[in-house]
Every structure is written in C-alpha cells, then in structure tokens.
C-alpha cells in the first residue's frame, strides 16, 4: 500500500499533529480501482497504530439490501459500532454515536447504494449534521470534504 498514493494521501491526513478533528475523504473512482481495498487497509492501519488507539475505526460495506428500508440500514450501522446495540432509527444512531467521548472514523464503502433510497440518504447526511452540534463546533461541517482523491493504479511495479 505504501505505493499508493491515495492511501498515503489518506494516511498522512488522519496523522496530522494537531488537527481538529479528522480530515473527510472523498475516495471516488471507476470499478475495480481499489478504492474498498483502500478503505480496508486504512481501517488496519489505524487499528494497527498506537497513536490512534483512542480512535475507533468502523468500516461498513453498504449493500443494497441494507438500504431497502431505514430500520434494516440503522440496524445494520448500529451494529458496526456496537453488536449488541438496537438502532432502529437515526435519534437511536445519534445517541450512540455521540455517547461518552467516543472518538471513531466511520468508513462507508459502497455509499452509493444509499443513494437509491433518497429519503434514506436524506435522513443520514441530516443525522451527519448534527454532529457538529455534539462535537461543540458549530462552524465546522461534517461535509467539508478536506480533499478529493481519485483512485487510480499507480503502484510502482
């Protein structure tokens, strides 16, 4: 991976010194580009590293079945960050997102299939928004994209 150069353009931002909050990723290509192995190998890198121990990382491959309706995909997104939870709705994903001082990276791969369910995709980017609220920082957004990057094969080989 260390040849990639949008998985260290990712890695790189999430271990900036000093930054407020995290950096968000667009990670946006063709099929077959290696954007899910990207999102994968950023999820073991920040388990794997000890300056981000207080940082929990959540990867969900969004399927489309997860989206059909919004209970299945609150269910299905509860779940990631706690098996045990029941999140049937976006008040429920909120409470438990925002509980205690709980610090995570929420990686979606497959986002896209979310958009098939308009009012779905409604509901989440709204929920989204609210976390500015719980975090104290009523100027920043969840939505302020710190770069764009495309995937692409420029491995060295």
Excluded at 14 to 29: A, D
Excluded at 76 to 104: N, W
Excluded at 124 to 153: H, Y
């Amino acid at each position: 991976m260390d040849t990639i150069a949008a998985f260290n353009d990712i890695q790189t931002g999430f271990s900036m010194e000093g930054s407020r909050g995290r950096p968000l990723y667009l990670l946006y290509g063709p099929r077959q580009f290696g954007k899910s192995t990207i999102a994968y190998r950023i999820a073991d890198w920040m388990a794997a590293d000890p300056h981000l121990a207080n940082v929990e990382c959540i990867l969900v491959e969004l399927r489309r079945s997860a989206v059909r309706d919004a209970a299945t995909f609150w269910t299905c997104l509860g779940m990631h960050m706690e098996p045990e939870s029941v999140c049937q709705d976006e008040t429920a994903f909120i409470k438990l997102a925002t509980r205690g001082q709980r610090r995570f990276c929420l990686i979606l791969d497959e986002m896209d299939h979310l958009f098939d369910n308009k009012d779905l995709a409604t509901t989440f980017l709204a929920a989204l928004r609210t976390w500015k609220v719980f975090r104290g920082d009523m100027k920043s957004s969840p939505f302020n994209v710190g770069t764009m990057i495309k995937s692409r094969f420029d491995a060295q080989l």
